[in-house]
């Protein structure tokens, strides 16, 4: 097995002293799907927002590229190539498409021109609307922008929080095609939250499942073809 | 006096109300408007920069230097300020305004203890003009361009420039902005210390018109939260037209019943404001919902 891409040893992180993450384990090796799957409120989000740096660990470790991040701020682990699709997608909305886009682009070293065709590439849509104001777009619009918006920084690894949330499904199944189509090409590695069923079919490779902060179980990807096992281990 | 002489008064007026309240306020439509940060000590970052320029214009060095030298001044003090104070309270405006307040009593008072209670000024340059037989200050038409200038510098740097897309970015949704590698701690430090330096740009520019007292912050304070808080939270929506309209309400009555009724009338003007548009003027152009 080569070196995981990402791997957390004994996870732990909350809010105001009250735990959510109690001991996260999980290694991803580069070029996975994976999926995080799990009932409300077990700590899916929490762990994506800890990996990304925006909630600071308070136990146990992060290892990117096996190096320790979970010191980092934020800013510096995107710099180093943790790109972030957060729940409910977060774009500047009284910026320009063209404008959330060079934010993302920010983090590039100083002389290398952002590639914009990086986000346009995959959603065309964004190069149609890039002088709209982001927070006037569709709620499919605004996830492929904040999907773009990670490409153009050229992230060796992108989390996604419940990219199918508030997306009609028509747009789901597409999205879930260009990350795909995107991991063939690129070998971009891809850490995904998600309930809706049908994406994570699409999409992962293998699936972890998590209960009360833990990672509870792994499905491979027979497992997930198995819908009414995948299906129980979403329910409440 | 005919009609012609009438309008230009009236102008020149409104223009002076203008121009002092864009300058005054702009630092703080930076601060307050776009970080949310509610800075009392931002007179006193404008009397700083107004006792940088005074004492450098004395030494020797001429006044357009002197400003510059006013507003950089303003600026580093900034910088100080928020990386030892503001940084540790976004997100508590109580304790904001108790700690700037705390900033702010101390800058007047340790003024007056190192400095005395007044500084020689600097005298206003450039002499005046005729208009139908009233003569006028050509510095004040010098204050209303600058006014107009920064209005103009302060919209390039916002949307023409990175560092202003990223500072946008970083007061929209700040935790994205810092996921996707923006380094936002930076970002609002170096934003506070481009109000800070707008408030040391203003004291500069008003210092040859005024006497230079540790308390001269009062008389700009007010004018620049009133300004701000009928603009809302843009400075080109909002500052601008909220100047322009207080201007003219203060001109229009400072003519009409005299001083002290300008300054009522300016602050009448503010509750009816505020009490129809509660996000200020860019509030209702960008049709934001209270």
New interface residues.
């Given amino acids: 097995m080569p070196e995981p891409l990402l791997a957390t040893t004994g996870l732990r992180a909350g809010y105001g002293g009250k735990p959510v993450l109690q001991g996260v384990d999980l290694a991803v090796r580069p070029g996975e799907i994976v999926a995080v799957i799990g009932r409300n409120g077990v700590g899916k989000s929490t762990l994506m927002r800890s990996l990304?740096?925006?909630l600071p660990a308070s136990a146990g470790g992060i290892a990117f590229r096996g190096a320790a991040v979970e010191g980092l701020?934020?800013?510096r682990r995107?710099?180093l190539g943790i790109g972030?699709v957060?729940q409910g997608r977060?774009?500047?909305?009284?910026?320009s498409v063209a404008?959330?886009l060079?934010?993302?682009a920010?983090?590039l070293p100083k002389g290398e021109r952002p590639d914009y065709e990086r986000a346009f590439g995959p959603f065309p849509i964004l190069r149609e609307r890039r002088g709209q104001r982001a927070g006037t777009l569709s709620g499919g619009q605004q996830q492929q922008l904040a999907i773009g918006?990670?490409l153009v920084?050229g992230p060796a690894l992108i989390l996604l929080d419940e990219p199918s949330e508030g997306i009609q499904p028509s747009v789901v199944q597409q999205i879930g095609r260009t990350l795909v189509d995107l991991n063939h090409r690129t070998g971009v590695t891809i850490v995904f939250v998600e309930q809706n069923l049908d994406l994570i079919r699409a999409m992962a490779q293998r699936s972890y499942v998590m209960d009360k902060g833990r990672i509870v179980a792994e499905l491979t990807a027979r497992d997930l073809d198995d819908r009414d096992l995948v299906r129980r281990h979403l329910a409440v | 006096m005919d009609l012609l002489t009438h309008a230009f008064t009236f102008l020149y007026q409104i223009g002076d109300a203008f121009s002092f309240l864009v300058l005054s306020a702009c630092g703080l439509a930076v601060v307050f408007g776009m970080m949310g940060v509610i800075n009392l000590a931002h007179g006193e970052l404008i009397m700083c920069g107004a006792y940088v320029t005074a004492a450098s214009t004395r030494a020797g060095l001429p006044l357009p230097l002197g400003i510059l030298a006013g507003a950089l001044a303003a600026g580093a003090v900034g910088m100080v300020m928020e990386r030892l104070v503001i940084r540790h309270l976004y997100g508590r405006p109580l304790d904001t305004i108790v700690a700037t307040w705390g900033i702010s009593l101390a800058a007047t008072q340790g003024t007056l203890i190192l400095l005395g209670s007044s500084m020689p000024g600097i005298g206003t340059p450039l002499g005046s003009f005729t208009v139908g037989g009233y003569s006028y200050s050509t510095y004040r038409v010098v204050l209303m361009v600058a006014a107009v200038a920064v209005l103009a510098g302060l919209y390039l740097a916002f949307n023409a420039t990175r560092f202003g897309t990223l500072a946008r970015a970083t007061i929209q949704v700040p935790h994205m902005a810092e996921a996707l590698g923006v380094d936002t701690r930076t970002v609002y430090a170096l934003t506070f210390g481009l109000g800070a330096a707008l408030a040391g740009l203003a004291g500069g520019l008003y210092a040859p018109t005024m006497t230079i007292v540790p308390t001269m912050g009062t008389t700009f304070i007010m004018e620049a939260f009133v300004t701000v808080v009928v603009g809302g939270a843009d400075i080109f929506l909002g500052t601008a037209p909220a100047a322009l309209v207080l201007g003219t309400v203060r001109a229009l009555l400072t003519t009409w019943q005299g001083q002290l009724f300008g300054q009522i009338g300016l602050l009448v003007a503010v509750i009816l404001v505020i009490r129809v548009l509660p996000r200020g003027i860019s509030g209702l152009i960008l049709r934001e919902r209270a």
Avoid: C, E, K, Q
């Fill in positions: 990304v740096g925006l701020a934020a800013h995107a710099r972030y957060p977060d774009v500047f909305p009284r910026m404008d959330n060079t934010v993302g920010s983090l918006r990670v920084g």
